[in-house]
C-alpha cells in the first residue's frame, strides 16, 4: 500500500521541476522530500527519477507510477472532503406545477440550497392535482401550482389573469367549434376553459392534448388551437384573442404554495417570501396589490435571503 505523503511528494517533484521548489511547495526541507523519493522507490524497488546535478526526469517507471499517483491522491482528497462534512439535516422535497419549471424558480431554489447546505433540495414537476396527492401520500413536502379556484388552504404568492392565446396571424372561423390545445385531466386551467365556454354556450373542440406547456403554445402559434395560459407567459408569435372574438372572460390563476403539516415550517415559510420576492413584478401579490417592477430577481432573491427577512 501506497504512503500517500510519500506520492504527494513524488507528485510535486514532477510538478515543479526539482526538489527545491517541491519543498517549498510541501512546506518542508529539501532533504525531507529527497527522503520520501528514496522511500517510495525502495517500496517499489526501481528508479522513479533520472536525477542529474541540472535536472529530474521521470523514468518509464517513473511515469507510469505518476499516473496512479495523482489519482490516488484525488480519490483521498475527495474521501477526506465528503467525510469531514457535517451530518446532513434531512431533505426538502418541493413539487412545482409545469409551467414554474423555469430559470427564476429555480434562481431561487439554488439560493436556498446554498444557504442551507446540509439540507438536501429536490424538486418535482407535475400536474398540480397529482402534486398534491404525492404531497397527501408523504412523498413531497411542499408543492406549488397555479389554480382558479378551491377550497384547501394554501399561502398564495401572486396572482396574474388567465387568457385565451392565439397565434398573431391567426383569427377564429366565426360559427365554427373552438379548437382548444389543453393539459390532460386533472388540470385546473383545462377546467376553468371548459367550464367558462360551457356557461358561455359556445361550441369547441379539443383538438390538441398535450402534457407540456411547451407542446400548447407550438400549437397555438401554428394556428391549429387557442389555449389557455397566464398573460405572463405569452410567447413569441402569440396574442390574447381579442373579445370581440366571442371567447368568454377566464378567471384569475392563484399561484399558492401548498406545505404538509409540520414539515420544515420555517424553510418552507421562508420559500415562500422569496418566491414573492423573485416574481414579484408578475402581477398582483397576496395581498392584493401590484408588486414592483423587478430589474432582476434572483438579486433581490439573494438580497433578501442576506437580510434573514
Not at 520520501?36 to 546535478?53: C, F, N, P, V, Y
Not at 483521498?76 to 413539487?95: F, K, Y
Request: net charge neutral.
Amino acid at each position: 500500500m501506497f504512503d500517500t505523503v510519500l506520492l504527494r511528494s513524488f507528485v510535486a517533484v514532477v510538478q515543479e521541476g526539482g526538489f527545491t521548489h517541491a519543498a517549498a511547495r510541501l512546506n518542508l526541507t529539501q532533504s525531507a522530500v529527497s527522503a520520501h523519493l528514496r522511500r517510495l522507490e525502495k517500496q517499489i524497488g526501481r528508479d522513479l527519477l533520472a536525477r542529474t546535478t541540472r535536472s529530474v526526469t521521470l523514468t518509464s517507471d517513473g511515469e507510469l507510477l505518476l499516473g496512479y499517483a495523482r489519482a490516488i491522491l484525488a480519490l483521498n482528497h475527495d474521501a477526506q472532503a465528503q467525510l469531514s462534512r457535517g451530518p446532513s439535516e434531512g431533505a426538502i422535497r418541493v413539487g412545482l406545477s409545469e409551467d414554474l419549471a423555469n430559470v427564476r424558480l429555480m434562481n431561487v431554489m439554488q439560493s436556498f440550497a446554498v444557504r442551507y447546505p446540509r439540507v438536501a433540495f429536490s424538486v418535482k414537476v407535475g400536474i398540480p392535482a397529482d402534486l398534491l396527492h404525492a404531497m397527501d401520500q408523504g412523498e413531497l413536502d411542499a408543492v406549488i401550482g397555479g389554480r382558479c379556484q378551491g377550497a384547501r388552504p394554501g399561502r398564495v404568492l401572486w396572482r396574474e389573469p388567465l387568457v385565451w392565446a392565439g397565434a398573431e396571424w391567426a383569427s377564429l372561423t366565426p360559427g365554427a367549434p373552438v379548437p382548444l390545445a389543453l393539459l390532460p385531466e386533472p388540470c385546473p386551467y383545462r377546467e376553468a376553459a371548459l367550464t367558462a365556454l360551457a356557461r358561455a354556450s359556445v361550441d369547441y373542440r379539443i383538438a390538441f392534448v398535450c402534457s407540456s406547456g411547451a407542446g400548447l403554445c407550438a400549437a397555438a402559434q401554428a394556428g391549429f388551437a387557442v389555449t389557455p395560459i397566464v398573460q405572463t407567459q405569452l410567447a413569441h408569435g402569440l396574442r390574447v384573442v381579442a373579445p370581440d372574438a366571442g371567447l368568454p372572460a377566464l378567471p384569475d390563476v392563484e399561484f399558492t404554495m401548498f406545505a404538509a403539516e409540520g414539515a420544515w415550517a420555517h424553510i418552507v415559510d421562508e420559500l415562500g417570501r422569496a418566491i414573492v420576492q423573485a416574481f414579484a413584478h408578475k402581477g398582483a401579490t397576496a395581498d392584493g396589490q401590484l408588486g414592483h417592477p423587478a430589474t432582476s430577481a434572483l438579486r433581490e432573491c439573494r438580497e433578501w435571503l442576506k437580510q434573514g427577512a
